[in-house]
């Protein structure tokens, strides 16, 4: 369990005096416009949360309007010593946006321009607040779009996705975040401005670019994001099979992609997730199932009926009760909103709940599943699977109520035990959500000291002073930069 810091998990601080000293809030209003800098409790409160579980205070929250008012920003926080905290629309699940260590959060919200379409090319820029789909739904009109997609992907920005490396139930085929970004320009922690990365496919030198993706904001803040464009494919199939076992629904996994066959997406739900989102009025869903799989297929219509037919012998054959395919948008549509709505379906169960994010090989998913179950009941807490199946990734959802004392501490245990069984079967601490607070005290599992000694000295290189996003990743009793 990780170690935690006092309050961690604990409520929101009450309405009460400022915390930042007045000087410091003129500057930043000189930089942004007063309507722009929060710094009154109760303006702060809801930026003292991301999706997870965990909890922090930051001082003032800026609103940046330009790429020069991150530098001022920025330059301001270094004289006063405040830790500087970039923050997307908040639906991290690994507490990467929490201000564990106070200072100031900047906001791209106002940031949100698509800059640059390149049809021929296709790439486009775009400002780091641009909400997920909205890239996705500028290009589709040229036969184009933005593949990762996170089940977030109507709210959450592409700063953050690029900051947690992000991935989404269509990254089986097309590869995550760092797949599709090709150039960054950064605001590093002295204010200095760079440009990492370029319009190309590689670039000489350094391959900066991956090395800031997945930072989690610890190295440098994005104000810019140039990214590849994928052509939309003409065929698509999307299958919904439903099977009376786990066990059947993870054989079938595996089999599928042995098979050679990578469906565009292949993700897997499970019975109690089913339940929760025919509580929550999702319909077309088969009742009773004990799990399901969303299987989709893409490709030139001649190929695909050819890869449709052995996806459905291959269900079959592991013990599908039901198969049905999406004959229309709209139904390839109504099923996608379910997989996507799941988790926010999960509150008809319980009012919170705490996603992990582990990843083992995709041959041991049936031995996790088991795992995930045997957890559950030892703790005596409904755990939820919804996941991105085809990838290995596994996202147990364990719903319980925050305000029943002891409650989190235990939920907090239950993934911890989890994520142990996927390091020990081969597999790691985290598929997509970065590690941010939650599993900084799990790092030592996976690296060894000369490991993180060697991420330190990265993080040194960028922010040798320790104000970017401090507190974050590296386990507690790491020296700080
Ligand atoms: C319902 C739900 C479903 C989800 N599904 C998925 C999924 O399928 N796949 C997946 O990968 N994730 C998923 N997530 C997690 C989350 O949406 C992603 O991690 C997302 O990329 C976070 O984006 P954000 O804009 O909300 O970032 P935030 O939560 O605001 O920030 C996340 C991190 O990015 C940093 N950051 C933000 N902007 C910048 C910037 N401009 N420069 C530098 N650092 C920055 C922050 O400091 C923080 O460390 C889901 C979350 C929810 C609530």
Same mark, same amino acid.
Request: a positive charge.
């Given at each position: 369990m990780p170690s935690g810091q006092p309050g961690r998990w604990g409520r929101g601080r009450l309405n009460g005096a400022a915390i930042l000293p007045p000087p410091l809030v003129g500057e930043l209003q000189a930089i942004v416009g007063k309507d722009h800098v929060l710094w009154r409790h109760d303006e702060l409160r809801s930026y003292e949360y991301d999706g997870s579980i965990d909890v922090g205070h930051p001082e003032a929250v800026v609103l940046v309007g330009s790429r020069d008012e991150v530098v001022e920003v920025v330059k301001l926080a270094q004289r006063y010593g405040k830790p500087v905290v970039p923050r997307g629309?908040?639906?991290? +699940?690994?507490?990467?946006?929490?201000l564990s260590h106070g200072g100031i959060a900047v906001g =791209?919200?106002? +940031?949100?321009?698509? +800059?640059?379409?390149d049809e021929q090319n296709q790439r486009a820029v775009c400002e780091p607040g641009v909400v997920n789909l909205d890239l996705t739904k500028a290009t589709t009109p040229l036969g184009l779009y933005y593949a990762p997609d996170p089940s977030s992907q109507g709210a959450c920005t592409l700063g953050g996705n690029v900051a947690e490396n992000s991935g989404g139930a269509h990254c089986l085929a097309y590869g995550v975040t760092t797949n599709h970004v090709l150039g960054l320009e950064l605001v590093l922690a002295d204010g200095s401005v760079v440009n990492v990365g370029g319009q190309a496919v590689d670039v000489p030198g350094y391959d900066l670019t991956g090395l800031v993706v997945g930072s989690e904001g610890t190295f440098a803040i994005v104000t810019k994001i140039t990214v590849r464009l994928m052509r939309i494919q003409e065929g698509v199939r999307t299958l919904l099979a439903t099977f009376d076992t786990i066990d059947d629904a993870s054989r079938a996994t595996s089999s599928i992609v042995a098979a050679g066959i990578i469906p565009a997406a292949l993700e897997m739900m499970d019975g109690l997730t089913i339940q929760a989102l025919q509580r929550a009025g999702h319909k077309g869903l088969p009742s009773g199932a004990q799990a399901v799989l969303l299987v989709e297929l893409e490709g030139m219509p001649e190929g695909l009926s050819e890869s449709t037919a052995a996806v459905q012998d291959i269900l079959l054959q592991c013990g599908a009760a039901e198969i049905r395919t999406a004959e229309t948008a709209d139904e390839r549509d109504r099923l996608w909103k379910a997989r996507k709505g799941a988790l926010g379906a999960l509150g008809q169960i319980k009012p919170n709940y705490y996603l992990q994010d582990g990843v083992i090989p995709r041959t041991r998913l049936l031995e996790v599943l088991r795992t995930v179950t045997e957890v559950s009941e030892r703790y005596g807490l409904p755990i939820a699977n919804v996941f991105h199946a085809g990838d290995g990734n596994i996202h147990p959802c364990i719903v319980f109520d925050q305000r029943v004392p002891g409650e989190t501490e235990k939920v907090v245990a239950a993934g911890g035990d989890i994520l142990r069984k996927c390091v020990e079967l081969g597999g790691t601490l985290s598929g997509e959500h970065g590690i941010g607070l939650e599993k900084q005290a799990y790092m030592t599992w996976i690296f060894s000291p000369v490991d993180i000694a060697a991420m330190l000295a990265a993080k040194r290189a960028f922010d040798p002073q320790g104000? +970017?996003? #401090?507190? /974050?990743? =590296? #386990? /507690?009793d790491t020296p700080a930069p």
């Open positions: 629309a908040g639906t991290g +699940l690994s507490g990467g946006a929490v =791209f919200s106002r +940031l949100r321009r698509i +800059l640059e379409i104000l +970017l996003n #401090p507190g /974050k990743i =590296f #386990p /507690k």
